[in-house]
Structures are given as C-alpha cells and as structure tokens.
C-alpha cells in the first residue's frame, strides 16, 4: 500500500470514530414552556365479544389493566350498545359477525372499572334495524344483505335518544351508571356487520333536533360523544361545533385514525372541538394486529408509543385502544402459535408500554414545548411534557440506535427527578426505574437516553419559596400571586402561589 493510501485510509477509520463518537453524543434539547392546552382524562381499550370470549364470563383483563393500584392503570372502558336486547339469556359463544351480543356481555367488566373508579361508556354500532332503511342491524354491504345502505330512517329520529335511554335504564338498574354514549360507530364505513351510515349533515340533524332527549336529569352527569368517524375526519365533529345548538349538546369530539395519522385529521378536529371547551377522544385503533405468527417486536411497541404521544400533541384528553385481549394488544390471547409468550391472560409488552401514559397522565396539562434537535435524523424523536401537581412530566421516544443527551430547560426549579425507562420486550427491561442526579434546584439539566428507547421522567417542582403554603382561607379575596420561588406575578400564569388577605396561601394552576 502506497503512502497515500496508507494516510488516507487512515484518514477514514479516523472520521469514521469520530463520526461514530458524535452519533453517540447527539443531543436533543427541549424547552418546556408554561403555555398549557388540554388536560388528560385517561386510556383505556375496549370490552368486546373477540376480545372477552366467553364474552362476559372473563373478567380478568380488566383486572389486570385497571386502577391506580394495578400496574398498568387504565381508567377508560368502552362498550358496546347493542341493537338487540336479549334479556337475560347468557350465550357462553358469540359469533361477532353474525349475532350482536345483549348490554349483560360487559357487565361484569364495567362493575370492575367503576369501583376502581373508571370511566365506562357505550358507543352503537348500529341502532335496532326496525328504525333503519334497511330493517336490520347489518351494515347491509352484503350479498345477502342486499347491499343495501344501512342508514337510520328520518322518521325515527325522535326513538334514538329514548333507546339510549333504556340502555342507560338497564345498566344503571345494574348497578352500573355510565358515563357517556356516542352517536355511532364509523358512521362513514359501510359495513356487513352491524353499522349504520350518517353523512356529516344527517348526525347533524339528529343531535341539533333530538339531542335533548337524553335524559341528563335521570342519570346524571352522562355526556354526549360525536359520532366516530373511521378516520377522524373533522367535518363530522366541525359541523357540529359551527352549529351552535348541536354544539351545547356535545360534550366529546371523538372518532378513530384508521389510515390516518393523529397529527392530521385528529389535529384539525381538536382545534375547534377546543376553542369551545370541548374534550377530544381517539376511540378505537389497533397498531400491528395483521402479524402472522408472531408478536410485536420492540420497534414496533415504539411505534405504538409514538401514535399514543401523537395524539396527545394533536390535543387528545382521552385514548382508546381496540381490544383489551389480543397478541397485538395489553393481555395475551392464549392462541399457541404465537408461543408461550402469548399465555392467556398475562400481560403484554405493549401494556406495560401503555403504562407510561396511563399511570402517570391522566390529571395532566400538556404544556407547549420548543425543540432543536443536533445530530438526530428527523422523526427519529419524539416528546411531550405535562404539569401534574407539584411535578413535570416529560414524555420522551428515542427511535434511533445509539440513543443521545436529553438537554432539558423546565420552566420551574426542580428538586428531584425519577426516570422509567423501558429499552425491550422482555420483562426486565420494560420496567427499569431509577433516580435521576439532581444535586441542588435546577431548571435546567441533561438526561441520558438509550437508544430505542422510551422514557417517562417526573419531576417533583422545588417548593422553597418563600412563602408557605398553608390552607386555603375562608376569605376569598385574593390580593397578590407568586412563582414557587417567592417571586411576585403581575401577571399570573401556570403553577402559582395565590396568597389570600390574611396571609394564608395555596397552589394554583391559572391558565390562559
């Protein structure tokens, strides 16, 4: 090898180092603002007969998901209505596509979630059939169906509400008080199970005209959920918030990403549904239920990280996964030739995944950040951050493979911090929690991530301010505000002080 050569491989090797070095040193800073959007409700996943066979007799996928206590703490559960009541005939077996299953099927379930202190709500996939065109509960998008278009008859609009009301009636009877109903399920996908077609214009109609129906004085606190549209598409939920008596109606925009992404069609649904105070819901998706014998690699789980944090950037309060049951989804199905690893009942990688949302988001306002990434292939990171309380909460998904340094800049002093961080599907690496170094107050601070990576970091706000936080005074007038530093607000905004006139305190959270 001549000289030349000589040098300049030598040359190469060495860029190669440093360049490989300076992968490994990439560093991602982001700076969380006090700038607040929507507070979290919660997650949850759904109670359906293919997820829950023998439909209504298997409790323990609840058991496992929901509470503070259990470890991955969902709150929401969805159910749903169904067009044929059957009394109390119990099936062991249920056929999905052929027979609708009776309002008995998620009892059971739905008791467990309410004395953990969830939410429990019914979205039909189809009204009775006798008030369709069709004269059945099917889709209709069948040969033997006819293909016929399945769509709620307009001299029935004024049975809707009341028909709710007996679903409402019977679980309530049973000790179960619901807290909202939808309008339906994908209203925009002709189906050849149970559905039923809305256009945008006809959901409209019934909720402007007939919505008051609903009977709010009986059962008390239910709301309104939208119809939900199979790819969230914003003209079911904008012409409802354009119209102003549909829109005091409505309490929840909800509606599915099915082929579309949430920072697309959930985005522009939430902004409006929020200028009028309204929540948001992604109500059903599943993420890799087409795998072939097998089950979700890591990079796949990331992938299911990113959706659930792209839907709290878009403005979600509330995620709904599809079935509680299946190889793809939090609890294992039992089916052998997805291996052991699949055992029935036991929890999945993805559950444990979902934790990071779940056991630490709801009750949290997501705050605006600012970020510029150095040395990291775009798309490559992902992020959110929170106030809870007394603590910040950032969200952070590292997709590449060296990892790199998360440069933080919070908008409060912190005193302490704790990092969950799951680096793989296995056990042992889905749960790794350790205490982030925080030797004295700081607002600002660098944190290492792996790579393929997702973390979860509470930060507990430091509270040395000079001003004692004491019970909140009788006397409402509040003469002056301060930052948790003792700092006087002229203008106040985020966590604060609000000192009251005889010199009692307590926090607050103002928002704009």
């Known amino acids: 090898m001549t000289s030349y050569l000589r040098h300049l491989s030598a040359a190469i090797l060495m860029l190669a180092a440093v360049s490989s070095a300076f992968a490994a040193k990439a560093t991602v800073t982001v700076t969380v603002t006090l700038t607040q959007n929507q507070t979290i409700t919660g997650f949850g996943g759904a109670c359906c007969d293919g997820a829950m066979c023998p439909f209504g007799n298997d409790t323990a996928p609840v058991k496992l998901l929901y509470g503070p206590e259990s470890e991955i703490g969902l709150n929401i559960l969805r159910m749903e209505i169904s067009p044929n009541f059957i009394g109390d005939v119990v099936v062991p077996e249920w056929n999905y596509w052929d027979s609708p299953y009776d309002w008995k099927g998620s009892l059971p379930s739905a008791k467990i979630v309410k004395q953990r202190g969830g939410i429990v709500f019914g979205t039909?996939?189809?009204?009775?059939?006798?008030?369709?065109?069709?004269?059945?509960?099917?889709?209709?998008?069948?040969?033997?169906?006819?293909?016929?278009?399945?769509?709620?008859?307009?001299?029935?609009?004024?049975?809707?509400?009341?028909?709710?009301?007996t679903f409402l009636e019977y679980m309530k009877s049973n000790g179960v008080d619901i807290d909202?109903?939808?309008?339906?399920?994908?209203?925009?996908?002709?189906?050849?199970?149970?559905?039923?077609?809305?256009?945008?214009q006809q959901q409209l109609n019934l909720v402007r005209d007939y919505a008051h129906m609903l009977d709010r004085e009986t059962y008390k606190g239910v709301r309104l959920i939208s119809a939900e549209p199979l790819g969230f598409d914003p003209t079911y939920s904008n012409v409802l918030m354009y119209n102003e008596q549909a829109r005091n109606q409505?309490?929840?925009?909800?509606?599915?990403?099915?082929?579309?992404?949430?920072?697309?069609?959930?985005?522009?649904?939430?902004?409006?549904?929020?200028?009028?105070?309204?929540?948001?819901?992604?109500?059903?998706?599943?993420?890799?239920?087409?795998?072939?014998?097998?089950?979700?690699?890591?990079?796949?789980?990331?992938?299911?990280?990113?959706?659930?944090?792209?839907?709290?950037?878009?403005?979600?309060?509330?995620?709904?996964?599809?079935?509680?049951?299946?190889?793809?989804?939090?609890?294992?199905?039992?089916?052998?030739?997805?291996?052991?690893?699949?055992?029935k009942n036991k929890l999945l990688p993805?559950?444990?995944?979902?934790?990071?949302?779940?056991?630490?988001?709801?009750?949290?306002?997501?705050?605006?950040?600012?970020?510029?990434?150095?040395?990291?292939?775009?798309?490559?990171?992902?992020?959110?951050?929170?106030?809870?309380?007394?603590?910040?909460?950032?969200?952070?998904?590292?997709?590449?493979?060296?990892?790199?340094?998360?440069?933080?800049?919070?908008?409060y002093k912190v005193m302490s911090g704790t990092q969950l961080v799951s680096t793989?599907?296995?056990?042992?690496?889905?749960?790794?929690?350790?205490?982030?170094?925080?030797?004295?107050?700081?607002?600002?601070?660098?944190?290492?991530?792996?790579?393929?990576?997702?973390?979860?970091?509470?930060?507990?706000?430091?509270?040395?301010?000079?001003?004692?936080?004491?019970?909140?005074?009788?006397?409402?007038?509040?003469?002056?505000?301060?930052?948790?530093?003792?700092?006087?607000?002229?203008?106040?905004?985020?966590?604060?002080?609000?000192?009251?006139?005889?010199?009692?305190s307590r926090k607050v959270i103002i928002k704009d």
Not at 131 to 141: D, F, I, R, S, V
Not at 318 to 331: D, H, P
Request: glycine fraction near 8%.
């Open 250 to 343: 409505i309490d929840i925009i909800a509606g599915h990403i099915y082929g579309h992404p949430p920072l697309n069609n959930l985005k522009e649904s939430a902004k409006l549904a929020a200028k009028y105070g309204k929540e948001v819901w992604m109500t059903e998706h599943s993420v890799t239920d087409n795998l072939d014998n097998r089950l979700p690699n890591w990079h796949e789980q990331l992938l299911f990280a990113e959706e659930v944090n792209e839907c709290m950037v878009a403005g979600c309060t509330g995620y709904i996964y599809w079935y509680l049951r299946a190889q793809w989804s939090f609890v294992g199905n039992g089916e052998s030739k997805y291996g052991p690893d699949n055992a």
């Open 124 to 165: 039909p996939w189809s009204p009775p059939g006798e008030y369709k065109t069709n004269g059945t509960a099917q889709g209709g998008n069948a040969e033997d169906q006819g293909y016929q278009h399945g769509e709620l008859r307009e001299d029935c609009y004024d049975k809707f509400f009341p028909w709710l009301n």
């Open 180 to 200: 909202a109903v939808s309008i339906q399920n994908e209203p925009d996908w002709w189906v050849n199970y149970s559905g039923c077609l809305y256009s945008a």
């Open 350 to 411: 993805r559950a444990y995944v979902m934790s990071h949302f779940s056991k630490y988001l709801p009750g949290a306002t997501r705050l605006n950040t600012n970020s510029s990434i150095e040395n990291v292939t775009n798309g490559m990171f992902e992020h959110s951050a929170y106030i809870k309380g007394d603590s910040i909460i950032v969200m952070a998904i590292d997709t590449t493979k060296n990892g790199h340094n998360l440069r933080l800049r919070l908008p």
């Open 424 to 504: 793989g599907n296995e056990k042992e690496s889905l749960c790794q929690e350790q205490a982030v170094e925080i030797t004295e107050p700081t607002d600002q601070l660098t944190i290492s991530l792996p790579g393929r990576s997702l973390s979860t970091i509470v930060f507990r706000i430091d509270d040395g301010t000079a001003i004692k936080e004491l019970k909140p005074s009788t006397d409402k007038e509040v003469k002056t505000y301060y930052d948790l530093h003792g700092r006087r607000l002229e203008t106040p905004h985020g966590l604060c002080i609000e000192k009251y006139a005889d010199g009692t």
